[in-house]
């Protein structure tokens, strides 16, 4: 049997396991740990096992760890994590893809029964429905205030009751109902706070992004740039063609009005002046767009399959012989 370990000793190990985890990992979650049981916790371990690590520890005690590691090993970005490591959280070190991990943590979540003076995380809301409760309890739906009825010998909700409220604390009566119901509102895992990459830190939902988001937002900020820039008269790359394009309308505006002329003011003059030009130029577009090119061709195949006319050379006499 290994001997027991002093406090002391153990503080020692952990600070070597805590460093040793902070020069082999680059990706780390931060996650929340409350009201997680030892079992829930042990089945997490196991299904992140292969690329990740789960370490918890006292907040005092891994901030000192990584002040010193940060100290011995000059990697200051390692600090950023300080700020993170409030309330009950846990460290998960991972060498996977942070989205995969971050999802396969929020399969463990087990179902917990609403305990007296825990703050609720969501909504409560009691289902219509048979309770299969005697008419004796209907001191518990009373005093809630929840409207019953008594059908078949036992206690029926008549509609839906939000009892509880996210935010507020469970009393005794809602979890005492709640109990009787066998109904387990409330269901805890570990919950991502916070992610660590390399010294950046950013909120797990950036995980969530996709590259059609990406691209959206990429879209957004150059419109953004191009408005401001337009509206500055400021050229940027953005903002360039825009400006071009400004800048040709404006001249040919003058051009038109003006018997100043340029080689691309040449042809708009053409067509103000003679504007039926401007009709024959979309004519054979919209024959085209109506079917005409086809028709076109289908006779011209009709042709070549005719036989050919004889001229008067082929009969061997000219008319005028």
């Known amino acids: 049997m290994a001997p027991k370990l002093s406090k002391s000793e153990k503080k020692i190990a952990y600070d070597q396991k805590l460093c040793q985890l902070l020069d082999e990992y680059t990706q780390i979650l931060v996650a929340a740990a409350d009201n997680v049981g030892s079992n829930q916790l042990q089945n997490i371990r196991k299904g992140l096992r292969g690329d990740s690590i789960v370490l918890m520890g006292k907040n005092t005690m891994m901030k000192r760890t990584i002040r010193i590691h940060a100290e011995k090993t000059g990697n200051q970005a390692i600090l950023n994590l300080i700020p993170l490591l409030v309330g009950n959280v846990g460290l998960i070190f991972t060498k996977g893809d942070l989205k995969e991990v971050s999802e396969e943590v929020a399969k463990y979540k087990v179902g917990a029964p609403a305990r007296v003076g825990l703050v609720a995380p969501i909504d409560v809301v009691v289902p219509p429905g048979n309770t299969g ?16 009825k008594i059908n078949k010998g036992t206690v029926e909700i008549i509609t839906p009751v939000e009892l509880i409220k996210k935010g507020d604390k469970v009393g005794s009566s809602e979890a005492a109902l709640l109990s009787k119901l066998g109904i387990r509102p409330f269901s805890y895992g570990l919950v991502v706070l916070s992610v660590y990459d390399n010294g950046s830190v950013f909120s797990p939902e950036v995980l969530d992004l996709t590259e059609d988001d990406l691209v959206e937002k990429f879209a957004l900020g150059v419109s953004m ?42 042809k708009v003059k053409e067509y103000l002046a003679d504007p039926s030009k401007f009709a024959v130029a979309v004519t054979p577009v919209a024959a085209a767009d109506s079917g005409a090119a086809p028709a076109a061709a289908a006779k011209e195949e009709e042709k070549k399959d005719e036989p050919a006319e004889e001229s008067d050379d082929d009969m061997g006499f000219s008319l005028f012989d």
């Open 225 to 266: 740039i191009t408005s401001l820039s337009l509206a500055i008269s400021y050229p940027t790359l953005a903002a360039a063609p825009h400006m071009f394009i400004n800048a040709y309308k404006n001249v040919l505006a003058v051009a038109v009005e003006t018997d100043y002329s340029f080689p691309q003011a040449d």
């Open 133 to 148: 409760l005697d008419p004796s309890q209907t001191s518990f739906f009373q005093v809630l205030n929840i409207p019953t």
